[in-house]
C-alpha cells in the first residue's frame, strides 16, 4: 500500500471497452464497473488513503459545480460503504 497514493474512482457506461472515452464516464456506482470489488481488494492489502473521484462527463461540465461535487462525494460514499459525516460536516 507505500506505493498507491490515490485511488482513482469513476463508473463506466455499459459499451465495449473500444467505444468508451473519459465521456462515458458515470458517477461511481451508477455504471457497470466492479467498484466495489476493487474496493475490498484493495482494503486487503490495508490501503486507507485517498480517494478522488474523476468524472470528465460533459453533460456533467453544464450542471452547477457545487451540485456536482455533493452527487460525486454522496456517490462515492454509497459505492465504497463509508460514513456519512455528521450534521456539522463540511458539506
Known amino acids: ?5 490515490v485511488f482513482h474512482i469513476n463508473d ?5 471497452k473500444s467505444e468508451l472515452t ?3 464516464r458515470l458517477y461511481p456506482g451508477t455504471g457497470i464497473l466492479p467498484i466495489r470489488e476493487i474496493k475490498a481488494s484493495l482494503d486487503k492489502i490495508g ?6 473521484v474523476e468524472i470528465f462527463r460533459p453533460e456533467y461540465w453544464q450542471q ?9 462525494k454522496t456517490a462515492t460514499e454509497e459505492v465504497l460503504g463509508l460514513s456519512k459525516p455528521s450534521a456539522g460536516g463540511s458539506w
Do not use: G, H, I, T
Open 64 to 72: 452547477d459545480p457545487f451540485e456536482v461535487a455533493v452527487e460525486a
Open 47 to 52: 490501503y486507507d488513503r485517498m480517494v478522488s
Open 22 to 24: 473519459d465521456a462515458q
Open 12 to 16: 463506466a457506461e455499459n459499451l465495449p
Open 1 to 5: 500500500p507505500e506505493k498507491l497514493f
